[in-house]
Each structure stands twice: as C-alpha cells, then as structure tokens.
C-alpha cells in the first residue's frame, strides 16, 4: 500500500493526540522547534524550509486510506477516527524569515495552536526544517571556500533518497550554490540546471577523441570529463579538437574527476594555456568538500568550478542537528522540561538581533512580548492555519536575504574553522527571570 | 511546479541519452552497481533496496509536464522529447537478494540493457539502492549491539526527508529492527509501529502522576517517559500509580530518555523491583547508537530495549558509501575505466559465495559466465522491462534471510570493531585474465 503523507508522523503523536482529544486538552500551546548545540564545525545555521513546512500546514488532512489503516491498529475509537477525518491546521506560525543565520536555543519557528494540532505536526516539520537546514548550513560553508567560483550541486546519486536530492538543491539555491544537476530540482523551483559528461560516454566510444569530438558538436558550450583512462593525455585530446575543428570548438570547461586535481589543474592550465585555448576552463569534481577547496584554492590551483556531491549532500561531517520541537506554554503558564542536557527555556520568544556599523553584533534572546534594542528575527507567517502574505517569497528573494544576512556575520564565524570567541546570544531580563523563578540554573 | 519523478536525474543523462540516440549508440550495455571501499566501521553491507528499484524501472515514464520542461532547456530537439515520451526501460536485471551481506567491489546489481536505458537509469538506481543499504547496513550493528533485545526505530524526525524515513523502516526491518515509530511506513510495508509518550504529553498536564494515570488507564500496555523533570521521581510515580490502579496496572515498560542510562536504568529497576513490578520493562532512548548500547549492554545495564533515532536514521558515523555505477560491457566488448583510485573491473560480473561446514568462507569475483564453486549471489530478477516472479518477496522473507546470511558470517565480521583479517575476496582467473590483458595492476 503506498505511505499516507498525512501518517508521516510518529505513532505517540497520534495515540496523544486521541488522549488530548478525550481529556478536552486543546488550549493553546506553543511550541519552539530549535537547535540545541551547533554542531563542531558550524558557527552559524542557516534557516531553510520553511515554505514546505507551510504548505504542508495549510494541506495537513487525513485521507481515507490513512484513516483506514489507522482503524486496524486496535488503538485508535471510531469517535477519534471522526475526529482526525476533519482534523485541520488552525494555529498560527511564527518563523525566522528564510536565509537568515541562526544559533543554538534560537526559534526558527515558534508554533501557537490548540495541542492537539501543535503536537501532532512535530514530526513532519522537525523533518523538514531539520534536513533544508542541515543542508543550506554545509553549503553556504563550501560556496565560502570556493571564494567566488562556482559550485554546482552533483549531490543526487548519494543523497539520503529523492525527497532529499530534491530538497537538497533548493538549501543549495538558499546557499548560494550556482547551479544543480538535478533536472527534477530544475523543474520544481525554477534552478538552474547544470551537466557535463559521464565517462560511461567516453568509454561507449571507440575513442576518447570521438566521444569529446562528437559531444562538443552537438552541445557547444559543454564541459568533457577528460580522466577516463589519462586526464593529461585527455586534454591532449581537448587540444586535438580544438586544432581541428578552428573557429568551432566551443568547450566550456574540461572536467577533472580523480587524482591530485590541484596538480593536475595546474598541467591542464599550462596545455590549454600553451594552445592559446585560454578561454577552456577547468572544473573539478571528485569527494570535494569545504576543506579540500580550501587547500586546493590556497595552494593556487587554477580552478574555475566546483561539482560538489556527495559531502555537501549529506552534510558528511555533521549529518544531522541536535534539533527538538518542545513545548513552552500551554494555557497561557511556560512549561518546562529539566532532563539533563535536555533543558528548555519556558515561555514564547522573540530573537532580537543587533548590528552595529552594518555588522551583525549579538543576539538577545526574549520573551515573546519584550520590547528590546535590535531586528526582531521572528515574524508571523501563518495564522489560522493559513499562510500570510509575506511569507511568501521567490527563492531569489531568499537567496539574496541569505547572501546579505551572511555577509553581516562577524569574519571569524564565516571562516571555515571554529569561531573563537563564539556568536553571543544573552538572555533577555525577562527569560532570564522566567528562568530564574523556575529554578534553572544559570547557563549560556 | 511539482517535480517529475521521471526527472529526479542528472542532467547529463539526458545530454547523453540525446546523443547516444543521435548517435545510434544503442547497443547492448552492461552497467555494475558496487561499493568501491566499505566505511572504516563497516565489515560488511547488507544490500538493499532492490524492490524499490525494480518498481520504479517498471513504470518509467516521462510525463507531459517533464517533456515540457526539458522543451524550456534549450538543449533537447524536438525528435529526441518524442523519442522520449515513447521511453521505457526494456533491459534485464541480475541482482544480489536484498538482504545478503556484500562487500567492496561486489556488483549489488548488474544492468543490462541498450546503451541508452542502462545510462539513464543511473541517478534514479543509485540514490535507492544507497540510501537502503546504507541504513541496513548501519543497523545491522545496532541490532547486533542489542543482543537480542527489542530496537525500535525513532528516526524519522532527523532522517534526511520524508522519502529516507520511510525506506529507512523499510531498511530498518530488513536488518532485524523490531519496529517503527514511523506511521507510513506501517501503512506502506505492513511493519509493525510502536510509540510511546513524548514529554510534553506530561508537561501539558498539571502533574507527571495524572499525565501517567491517564495514559496508562486509555493505553495498556504502554510505556511511560519518566525523565521530563527527574527521572527517579518519575519512577516512584509509576510506582503509586501502580499501587493505585492495583490489578488494573498494565504498564509494559518505563522509558529513559536522558542523562546517564545506565546508572538510572540500575536505579529504576531497583525501585520497580523493591514494589514488585519486575513485569515492567526499561525502554532506553536518546543520541544511542551501537557503541553506546553495547557499552550500557556490557556494562550490565538492566534495558529491555532500545529506541534508536538520529544516529540510525542518518547512519552518523558513515553517512555515505562509495558506491559506484559503472559501465563494464558496451557492445560485447568490456569497457575500463582508469582514473586514479576508481578503477573499473570490466565485463559482465557474478559473484560466487563459498562456505564450509555452515559458515561463509569467502568470496570469488569472476566473470558471468564463470563455472566456479561456491554459490552465485546475482541472480536475473527483470527480462525485458518486466520483473520476474522470483524478485517479488515479502518483506518477511528478506528479513530471514539477511538474519540467516548474517548469521553465516565470520564472528569477527559481525562484531563492531573493524575485522582483521577482513573478509576475503579474490578474483576468479578469468576476471583477473581479462584485467591483465588490459594493463591494470594487480591489486585487491
């Protein structure tokens, strides 16, 4: 049987949900979705996914087919069965507009709604938010190091599945990524969509100066991949058609794929450049990530652009965030949790940021109803369960709010190594006293 | 616009398929499916994901939305979209059973089809087969860690989207998970779900004792989250609900999300122990993975079972595999790659699986159409575009198997720290002939 978007959930939402339902538990709830810690190497997070999560909201129902297979778990009333085949999104959403840096304990999205709806759609949009985050966090460090150059998305194959590769190219977008290879990606936000050649192309022909000859006619402007068997002897080959074909030879790029690029770039740079073919530029690919552009751009490696895959796709240092979804006021009072290393400040929040000389200076984290110097980061996207006008936004606009926010951030905590001293975020008077009456410990 | 699943591919599959159908290039190719290198923590993958593939091939089609799209690239003549919009996968598929331990340099699949088809396939075949067998693979050990006791997945929250948490249950299951929190994934594999309580089921009621009570009266058999403000506080709540209620106590297990497991865990079943509740189980949940069950599990932690998220779902410590899609045979002829640490064995591949006295031995890579002992792993399960009857098994049936092939395994592969010697693979003489015969180097 195909998966019900709807049961994309946990099953205690769903056996709560019955429970808060029968208990007449729906006052209204609010609940933080936040990072706890930041991973090692990540100074900063970047929103992302936002858009989906409220396009989910606004169509959240229970079909038939789900309400079916609910019916057979023995542990759900036919009354509450009713009650799910009417089950809407009513809340409203407040949200840190997409692109813009966040940190640890910071709302990127606060969630007011009666319980029973707050709670059920935890699982869906930690989900979510969780992996565009992941995402546009790991790439907006690799488009860092690729100082200008180009990076395009090569992340499909070894994504974490398709709604993953998908998504994937959308955080890449936000990020600052130039382009995907991912068609499906293309066509659902309007990206631009970005291919070279395989070597299975090379190795299908008799010869590699066939292949390179025959895909250089028929797509000018094109990028050959020249390390099938021997990428010098390959740009060799580059060089041949180029001879031949005179006026027109347009190749875009030649691709290296293995070996010591930066080497390699060097000698392919010293060919073309010898052959007059100074316009032929040279894009890498192959296990790249943050690190090895990094080393490869400062040892002075002439490399134009980047395929980036595998890495940037599953963020390969920090594959997941420390994400939670937690509740912090129900019926009007903040509610706390004290587990250990697990702890969570009550109350409805604000994230006010503040710059100083167009520098981004520090955060203060609020009550929701604090009036304090600084940007007030969280802002109402959706209320009564529909999206509001201003949370609608081209990717461009967000991809240019995220360029902008960025660039706001402090030197050290856009370099690639930990920053030193930290991003301060302070806690407002009042959290703190909110705190404080409740017994925390004082902590950062 | 939604996204086409026909174009959840990489770019220059298409620039290809044009050219290889402009070309005429449409030849009988074969294409391997392997792991180049197995992760450091990683003795053996179980693959996986085949029925998910065989079900996509099967019903390949480029929808009048995809065509349109492509027409909007500027790179696709007119004669190739409708070339496309007749395209279907038409080849045969040799595959390893979902559920058997393969190793590196291993074909998972082999594709045999014309040219066109096996290339195009490529993005689509390796992003399942992937993310399958990197979650199976990386369970196998959670659940070997477990000895025995119950591992429920918890990961869909942090999975890397909506596609990974379900196929990850579906790969979960495979390798011996008892269960999933993951609803649809109940719906769509017939897998048993499970769920507990979260934390703000009990931060939404007055006290942790009425939370408890009303719980547990609406849901026997539950399992209640004791450590939303102390975890040994909340134990002796259960303890008075269970004096309370009398006979009607029916409260399968207790669950620790938080702070030092073990120690609780001792803590907690002394409490239960001392009021005659030895019938209640410990459920441990929060950041576990295979080093920290096996060490709480060593270290004689009394835990009935295991709720396993983050790490599991994202397979932390490797969250990728080196898996490679790689054209071997192209119009009757074996076809190499020689690019530095990607090395490609050419032809037509089977794998043969000795073992001695009930136990796995190891394994002889030859050529298709080897006559060699041991027992061939790939087996045909598409002909021409159509699955075969014996590629359809139930999800059951994979289970046993994979438990039963794991079981033949070496010890020392199927323990957690890397296996030394690792297991051995060897090249039949005709495999290692035909590589001669094209200059590569000997090596593993």
């Given at each position: 049987m195909a998966a019900s978007r709807v049961l994309l959930t946990d099953l205690y939402e769903l056996t709560m949900l019955q429970a808060y339902f029968d208990e007449g538990l729906r006052d209204v709830a609010a609940f933080n979705l936040f990072v706890r810690r930041l991973p090692e190497r990540r100074n900063y997070l970047v929103a992302c996914g936002l858009d989906e999560v409220l396009?989910?909201?606004e169509t959240l129902t229970f079909d038939e087919e789900a309400l079916a297979y609910l019916g057979t778990l023995g542990q759900f009333s036919d009354r509450f069965l009713g009650q799910l085949a009417t089950f809407r999104f009513t809340g409203d959403v407040y949200a840190v507009a997409e692109g813009t840096p966040v940190f640890s304990n910071e709302p990127i999205l606060e969630i007011v709604a009666p319980l029973p709806e707050a709670q059920f759609v935890e699982s869906l949009v930690m989900n979510q938010i969780h992996l565009q985050t992941l995402l546009a966090s790991k790439?907006?460090?690799?488009?860092?190091a690729a100082r200008g150059r180009q990076v395009v998305?090569?992340?499909l194959r070894r994504a974490h599945g398709l709604d993953a590769g998908l998504k994937a190219a959308r955080a890449f977008h936000v990020a600052g990524v130039h382009a995907t290879s991912n068609v499906a990606a293309g066509q659902a936000y309007g990206l631009r969509v970005s291919g070279t050649m395989a070597h299975s192309y090379v190795q299908a022909h008799d010869s590699e100066y066939e292949a390179f000859r025959r895909f250089a006619e028929r797509y000018p402007g094109?990028?050959?991949?020249v390390d099938t068997y021997d990428a010098v002897a390959g740009v060799r080959q580059v060089i041949a058609l180029a001879a031949r074909m005179g006026a027109a030879f347009n190749v875009a790029a030649i691709r290296l794929d293995s070996g010591d690029l930066g080497q390699l770039a060097v000698e392919a740079r010293r060919l073309l450049d010898a052959a007059g073919l100074f316009?032929?530029?040279i894009f890498a690919s192959g296990n790249l990530n943050e690190d090895e552009i990094d080393r490869l751009l400062s040892a002075g490696a002439p490399i134009d652009g980047f395929g980036v895959g595998t890495d940037m796709a599953v963020s390969r240092d920090a594959p997941s965030l420390d994400i939670a979804y937690k509740l912090v006021e129900y019926g009007g009072r903040g509610r706390v949790k004290l587990s250990p290393d697990k702890r969570v400040l009550p109350g409805r929040k604000q994230i006010f940021r503040i710059e100083k000389g167009g520098q981004v200076e520090r955060d203060l984290?609020?009550?929701h109803d604090d009036v304090l110097p600084g940007r007030p980061l969280l802002c109402k996207v959706m209320a009564g369960g529909a999206r509001l006008p201003e949370s609608r936004k081209t990717l461009d606009e967000i991809r240019t709010h995220a360029m902008n926010e960025v660039q706001k951030l402090p030197a050290r905590l856009r370099s690639l190594v930990p920053a030193?001293?930290?991003y301060r975020v302070d806690l407002s008077e009042a959290l703190a006293r909110h705190r404080e009456a409740l017994g925390l410990p004082h902590e950062r």
């Amino acid at each position: 049987m195909a998966a019900s978007r709807v049961l994309l959930t946990d099953l205690y939402e769903l056996t709560m949900l019955q429970a808060y339902f029968d208990e007449g538990l729906r006052d209204v709830a609010a609940f933080n979705l936040f990072v706890r810690r930041l991973p090692e190497r990540r100074n900063y997070l970047v929103a992302c996914g936002l858009d989906e999560v409220l396009g989910l909201l606004e169509t959240l129902t229970f079909d038939e087919e789900a309400l079916a297979y609910l019916g057979t778990l023995g542990q759900f009333s036919d009354r509450f069965l009713g009650q799910l085949a009417t089950f809407r999104f009513t809340g409203d959403v407040y949200a840190v507009a997409e692109g813009t840096p966040v940190f640890s304990n910071e709302p990127i999205l606060e969630i007011v709604a009666p319980l029973p709806e707050a709670q059920f759609v935890e699982s869906l949009v930690m989900n979510q938010i969780h992996l565009q985050t992941l995402l546009a966090s790991k790439a907006v460090r690799v488009v860092a190091a690729a100082r200008g150059r180009q990076v395009v998305d090569f992340g499909l194959r070894r994504a974490h599945g398709l709604d993953a590769g998908l998504k994937a190219a959308r955080a890449f977008h936000v990020a600052g990524v130039h382009a995907t290879s991912n068609v499906a990606a293309g066509q659902a936000y309007g990206l631009r969509v970005s291919g070279t050649m395989a070597h299975s192309y090379v190795q299908a022909h008799d010869s590699e100066y066939e292949a390179f000859r025959r895909f250089a006619e028929r797509y000018p402007g094109t990028t050959l991949v020249v390390d099938t068997y021997d990428a010098v002897a390959g740009v060799r080959q580059v060089i041949a058609l180029a001879a031949r074909m005179g006026a027109a030879f347009n190749v875009a790029a030649i691709r290296l794929d293995s070996g010591d690029l930066g080497q390699l770039a060097v000698e392919a740079r010293r060919l073309l450049d010898a052959a007059g073919l100074f316009r032929v530029g040279i894009f890498a690919s192959g296990n790249l990530n943050e690190d090895e552009i990094d080393r490869l751009l400062s040892a002075g490696a002439p490399i134009d652009g980047f395929g980036v895959g595998t890495d940037m796709a599953v963020s390969r240092d920090a594959p997941s965030l420390d994400i939670a979804y937690k509740l912090v006021e129900y019926g009007g009072r903040g509610r706390v949790k004290l587990s250990p290393d697990k702890r969570v400040l009550p109350g409805r929040k604000q994230i006010f940021r503040i710059e100083k000389g167009g520098q981004v200076e520090r955060d203060l984290l609020g009550a929701h109803d604090d009036v304090l110097p600084g940007r007030p980061l969280l802002c109402k996207v959706m209320a009564g369960g529909a999206r509001l006008p201003e949370s609608r936004k081209t990717l461009d606009e967000i991809r240019t709010h995220a360029m902008n926010e960025v660039q706001k951030l402090p030197a050290r905590l856009r370099s690639l190594v930990p920053a030193d001293p930290p991003y301060r975020v302070d806690l407002s008077e009042a959290l703190a006293r909110h705190r404080e009456a409740l017994g925390l410990p004082h902590e950062r």
